[in-house]
């Protein structure tokens, strides 16, 4: 390539300042000429890709760069065509270099006429046309790229929209997959739609003694026979774990058969790691009404009936009802009520007094909760404290309960004119296996200054069993602040002697089931009997609950129970109550 001398004009002359290194570093190459063809500049990307030097083309004809044939056909056609349309594009010419080769080239030419006192100009680009050839190639080659990884990104956003819609596992719709499926069933016309929710029974026994892959294959196994199982226009999915969900459309007895049949094929034996399976299924089914929500709603109700199904027995088929008091709502509305209440203090403890068998004393009273229910009035333990257990709101209303007692019993103890009288407070299981609770009891003695010895903490037997090491530790922890311990509902549950032995106990509390038995039933009666000398023979007192008749109150003097309480002396009575029944004594 010939070497460029540099001129001592400037090269882009007349431009504004800032277009000067533009015009010179444009990726394609610039001239201008005048109306007669005669250059006026030229950039350096044309000198460089030409060979040719600024000084040899400036004040020269344009028309000397190209060959005889291209230079006529420039001169008979594009530079007419200029004065007349002002342009000319990509007219296809060789372009001869300063070692006299051949260059082919592209040229697109604009003529700009004069004004402002300035001459008319013609501007022209010249484009190297293999170049330009590869240019575009590479445009094409790049625009199929973008539509290859357009169409790629489709593939992937389409491959990510199923995969959020399908359970990995078995390939069938998951929760939100379904959720479309039944709204589009629901929304459109035609029959009713009928939606099964298919539960497996006992499904973590398997995963427990097989392992998962064990439990994997078998839900595969029954994704597979329920789809074979229904019709082609019927969906299935799967809901979670174990739970697989049927929409077909049917009525109500189409439902009922639909499940009933079901049932054979999921029965059906399954090999597992070599092993025989059998495994059984609970279905609820429901005719979904339409309307906004019915999609979600419909997966409830088919939801409550087939745990209605398990309640049942397992292995069997529940249609919902929709007539019917729907047991879970109410009870979730229970306990949203119950929660508030312990929030609004609407619990009341009652205390139903322990008497001594010997001289009929007033030994201590049990403190029983209540509930005073704003509409369906004064609520027994028996309406909710199942209820509280479960969800765990026990440890709430256990502690309220506490609190109102060790309060209560403190101002007894303060009272010279009542003498003072242990306080009973039952625990639950939940509560004893709470870290919080020996901290909990401390800091209820401690604000109200009430001696420990005067309350006396009560866990049922089954409580004891469950964790055995825990139960122990922290009763040991409770005996250290000098609080009584006592075993309630004793008989019905696992305990031993060797259990009675490492807890804490100061007494056992004799289930009210069996000293309504006395002398009535033989059994009932060695129970009770056993119960009080097994009591005696760890060193605890023993403590007859339920008593009702006098013949009641005389066999367990004769077997020398120590305290006694229950209807024969008085139902739990309000503080009160139970003053004017102590002073009547």
């Known amino acids: 390539m010939t070497a460029v001398d540099t001129p001592t004009s400037s090269p882009a002359e007349g431009l504004p300042g800032g277009f000067e290194a533009l015009f010179e570093n444009a990726p394609c190459g610039y001239l201008t000429t005048t109306d007669g063809g005669v250059v006026t500049r030229v950039n350096e990307t044309f000198l460089t890709w030409s060979g040719h030097r600024r000084e040899d083309l400036v004040g020269s004809a344009f028309g000397r760069l190209l060959p005889v044939g291209d230079r006529i056909l420039w001169s008979t056609h594009s530079a007419p065509q200029l004065g007349t349309t002002g342009g000319v594009s990509e007219v296809v010419v060789e372009v001869v270099a300063a070692d006299r080769s051949r260059l082919p080239a592209l040229v697109t030419a604009t003529r700009v006429p004069a004004r402002g006192g300035a001459e008319a100009e013609v501007r022209i680009v010249v484009f190297s046309a293999p170049e330009r050839r590869a240019h575009e190639q590479e445009l094409i080659a790049a625009l199929h790229r973008v539509e290859e990884a357009d169409d790629r990104r489709a593939a992937a956003e389409a491959d990510a929209r199923r995969r959020a819609l399908e359970d990995p596992l078995t390939g069938l719709p998951n929760r939100a997959g379904l959720t479309g499926h039944l709204a589009s069933a629901l929304a459109g016309p035609g029959s009713p739609v009928a939606v099964l929710v298919v539960d497996l029974d006992h499904f973590t026994v398997v995963n427990e003694s097989l392992g998962t892959p064990a439990g994997d294959e078998l839900?595969?196994?029954?994704?597979?026979?329920?789809?074979?199982?229904?019709?082609?226009?019927?969906?299935?999915?799967?809901?979670?774990?174990?739970?697989?969900?049927?929409?077909?459309?049917?009525?109500?007895?189409?439902?009922?058969?639909?499940?009933?049949?079901?049932?054979?094929?999921?029965?059906?034996?399954?090999?597992?790691?070599?092993?025989?399976?059998?495994?059984?299924?609970?279905?609820?089914?429901?005719?979904?009404?339409?309307?906004?929500?019915?999609?979600?709603?419909?997966?409830?109700?088919?939801?409550?009936?087939?745990?209605?199904?398990?309640?049942?027995?397992?292995?069997?088929?529940?249609?919902?009802?929709?007539?019917?008091?729907?047991?879970?709502?109410?009870?979730?509305?229970?306990?949203?009520?119950?929660?508030?209440?312990?929030?609004?203090?609407?619990?009341?403890?009652?205390?139903?007094?322990?008497?001594?068998?010997?001289?009929?004393?007033?030994?201590?009273?049990?403190?029983?909760?209540?509930?005073?229910?704003?509409?369906?009035?004064?609520?027994?333990?028996?309406?909710?404290?199942?209820?509280?257990?479960?969800?765990?709101?026990?440890?709430?209303?256990?502690?309220?309960?506490?609190?109102?007692?060790?309060?209560?019993?403190?101002?007894?103890?303060?009272?010279?004119?009542?003498?003072?009288?242990?306080?009973?407070?039952?625990?639950?299981?939940?509560?004893?296996?709470?870290?919080?609770?020996?901290?909990?009891?401390?800091?209820?003695?401690?604000?109200?200054?009430?001696d420990p010895h005067l309350l006396v903490l009560e866990v049922t037997e089954t409580a004891l069993v469950n964790d055995p090491e825990a139960a122990a530790a922290t009763l040991a922890a409770l005996k250290d602040l000098g609080v009584g311990i006592a075993v309630d509902d004793f008989g019905t549950g696992y305990a031993s002697l060797t259990y009675l032995q490492r807890f804490p106990v100061d007494e056992l509390k004799i289930d009210r089931s069996f000293v309504t038995g006395l002398g009535v039933n033989d059994g009932d009666t060695a129970i009770v009997r056993t119960c009080v000398q097994l009591a005696h023979g760890v060193g605890v007192r023993a403590v007859a609950e339920g008593v009702e008749t006098r013949a009641q109150l005389d066999a367990l003097a004769a077997m020398g129970c120590d305290y006694v309480q229950g209807y024969f002396f008085s139902r739990p009575l309000t503080v009160q109550a139970l003053q004017e029944w102590v002073r009547s004594r």
Not at 382 to 405: K, M, N, Y
């Open 219 to 450: 839900l595969v196994t029954v994704a597979q026979r329920l789809r074979t199982s229904v019709r082609e226009s019927a969906t299935v999915a799967r809901l979670s774990a174990d739970e697989f969900v049927v929409v077909d459309r049917c009525d109500a007895d189409g439902a009922r058969e639909l499940a009933e049949r079901l049932l054979e094929p999921l029965t059906a034996p399954v090999v597992l790691d070599g092993l025989e399976v059998v495994v059984s299924a609970s279905i609820g089914a429901v005719v979904a009404a339409p309307g906004p929500g019915s999609a979600e709603r419909a997966l409830h109700d088919a939801g409550v009936a087939m745990h209605r199904a398990k309640a049942r027995g397992r292995g069997r088929v529940e249609v919902h009802d929709p007539h019917r008091t729907d047991a879970t709502v109410d009870r979730l509305r229970l306990l949203g009520e119950l929660r508030r209440g312990i929030a609004d203090g609407e619990l009341r403890v009652h205390y139903q007094p322990r008497v001594a068998v010997h001289d009929g004393s007033v030994a201590g009273v049990e403190a029983l909760v209540r509930w005073q229910h704003p509409v369906r009035g004064l609520l027994a333990p028996v309406e909710f404290i199942d209820l509280a257990e479960q969800s765990g709101l026990v440890r709430e209303l256990g502690a309220r309960v506490l609190d109102t007692a060790v309060e209560q019993a403190a101002r007894w103890a303060r009272d010279p004119g009542t003498p003072a009288i242990e306080v009973a407070v039952n625990l639950s299981t939940r509560q004893l296996t709470d870290p919080g609770l020996v901290g909990s009891v401390t800091a209820t003695l401690n604000r109200h200054g009430l």
